[in-house]
């Protein structure tokens, strides 16, 4: 019966070639758009996991904080009354599953920032000193770090010193001067060409570590010495392979509740990244909904068409709905005759759709950077969709279809 | 008029049949009290002009119309408040349709055809049904013609098809309406000789007909005008 029912509805369609396709054009347009937007946001969603996973997820974070955790994210920075004491550390290095554990001097912005006072003669500016990182640098002038400043105060200053900062009026004059940094002399030995976020591509700016962009850099000793006398606002730990964070840092926030019972605020996990990827993740999802919304308006209006031509269909073939009732097919048989015809035509419909977005995505991909992602479950949805589609719109056609009085119908 | 018709095993038995149709806010009467007892094995012809009501009353017969007040008994079973599911299966199983224009699907070719009543059946495979379409239509002398396209046969072919349609499921009693209509007297003949065949093989046949000449092949003939029987005619 089914395979009877699948030769009739390709045999009535082939009939109509033209008009066939001609109706299939709406839902084609509707699901190539649900294809390009979906797998496109897919490959961000999976490009934006990767580099999150590329920054150190085996690593916890324990601040302290004055807020509670806001769920609108909105915060009042209030100066902390606590930070942490080396003491603190040594209590907390011993929890089981704790590889390492190291300072996190922060700033406002996180990272391994300090936050540090230059004066150059009688001109006093703030900078943001990070150690060494050994990854390329671009120099507007001067050199990378070499064996010649082992054991000497050595600094490459990032050039949004001058950027925030007209004191300078030309940072070339700083290169192999000294600088006052917390009363040592540092020896300009660089300085970093100024960075540009333009030429960044969004795979780059992804997987940017942002809180040292505008950061100047010292050696690894030199950064040591200096964080000595800055107060150490975050733990982290680094964990060993398999264990639970959520143990670690309950146990933490245990010992730190225990010994400073006096605080006003709170320790916690700081989860900014995640946060900001979740933010991140939040907002493609919100523009996904938005495309799919239109979307939706546009197979809304392709249905119509299929409604449409369902009816044509049915009208015209009345007699041939009145012959098949008149030799013994039931209503509900001449009902899922034109339910399959209209489902047909919405899956192919729907498959080319699928086909042409998926192309349409690797295009767009092509130019924004974005690999786009084929899930099964966008194949599986966009086919479905196609395919309720015809249902819901075949319904009322098929439904008056079956409902023909055979005779009236046979004979017009 | 009383009840006409031998006493043989009755087939269909109608009982004071009245059809009613709307006609704006009257009600248009065109069947009229009506009796009649078709026993297995007869060959009836209908006469009448047209409105006189015989169309009607082969629709009733074959499941396609309601009544609007009396009983039907078909196959001693009464058959008078049929569901529509229940009409479809009786007109599957029970009856083979003739009509004037053939009524052929265009879409499907001769032996898909043949073998729709097979389909909608349900009873047999794919294969049993394609080999009873082949059949059937050697039977109407079609045989070579199973992958045709509809479109391109005769008039009198397509009327062969469509008999080869209305006997696949075995029928219990064959409904013909004008059935040489629409084909020229020599087609026609050959279209009554068939008929006349399957009679003579004990299919019990209705056949509504504006033409004198075939009563000839029937085994008793009504007539109807104004939707009532004038007058039969027992051959």
Known sequence: MIGNLFISTFLSLKAHKLRVFLTMVGIIIGIASVVTISTLGEGMKKQILSSTSAMNTDVVKLHYTMQQDSEEGVYYYEEPDFSFSRIDMKKVQGIDGVKAIYPEYGNFYGGDNLQVQMNYF?????????????????????????????????????????????????????????????????????????????????????????????????????????????????????????????????????????????????????????????????????L??????????????????????????????????????????????????????????????????????????????????????????????????????????????AFSASRMDPIKAIYN | MEEIGEKKEPLVVLKNI??????????????????????????????????????????????????SEGSYFFNQQDVSKLTENKKSEFRNEYFGFIFQQFFLINSLNVIQNVKLPCVYEKKKSGREQNELGKKYLAAVGLGDKAKSKVTELSGGQQQRVAIARSLINDP????????????????GTEVMEMLKKLNQHGKTIVMVTHDKDLTRYATRVVYMKDGRFLEEAIQ
């Open chain 2, 18 to 67: 009245n059809k009613y149709f709307p006609a704006g806010k009257e009600k248009l009467h065109v069947l009229k009290n009506l009796n009649l007892t078709i026993y297995q094995g007869e060959f009836i012809m209908v006469m009448g002009k047209s409105g006189s009501g015989k169309t009607t009353l082969m629709n009733i017969i074959g499941f396609l119309d309601r009544i």
């Open chain 2, 172 to 187: 219990l009693l064959i409904m013909a309406d004008e059935p040489t209509g629409a084909l020229d007297s020599e087609t």
């Open chain 1, 122 to 286: 009688n001109i006093v500016s703030y900078l943001q000193v990070a150690p060494n990182n050994n990854a390329e640098k671009t120099f507007l002038c001067g050199r990378d770090f070499n064996e010649s400043d082992v054991g000497k105060n050595a600094i490459i200053l990032n050039h949004s010193l001058f950027d925030y900062d007209n004191q300078f009026e030309n940072p070339e004059e700083l290169l192999d001067k000294a600088v006052s940094i917390n009363g040592y002399m540092y020896k300009v030995i660089g300085i970093l060409e100024k960075f540009s976020y333009e030429s960044l591509s969004q795979s780059e700016a992804m997987a940017l570590d942002w809180t040292t962009v505008d950061s100047s850099l010292v050696s690894r000793a030199s950064y040591n010495e200096l964080s000595k006398s800055q107060a150490i606002k975050g733990i982290n730990f680094k964990l060993e392979e398999g264990v639970d964070k959520h143990e670690v840092l309950a146990e933490a926030i245990g010992i730190m509740e225990e010994s400073h019972q006096d605080v006003k605020g709170f320790f916690a996990e700081n989860d900014m990244n995640q946060k900001e990827m979740k933010q991140m993740e939040d907002a493609i999802g919100s």
């Open chain 1, 288 to 397: 996904t909904m938005f495309l799919m919304a239109i979307t939706a308006i546009s197979l809304l209006v392709g249905g119509i068409g299929v409604m449409n031509i369902m009816y044509v269909s049915v009208t015209e073939r009345k007699r041939e709905i009145g012959i098949r009732r008149a030799i013994g097919a039931k209503p509900r048989v001449i009902l899922f005759q034109f339910l399959s015809e209209a489902a047909f035509i919405t899956l192919l419909g729907g498959l080319i759709g699928v086909g042409i977005g998926y192309s349409l995505s690797m295009l767009a991909g092509g130019f924004i950077e974005i690999i786009p992602v084929m899930t099964p479950q966008i194949f599986l949805i966009s086919s479905g969709v196609s395919v309720m589609t015809g249902v819901i719109f075949g319904i009322i056609p």
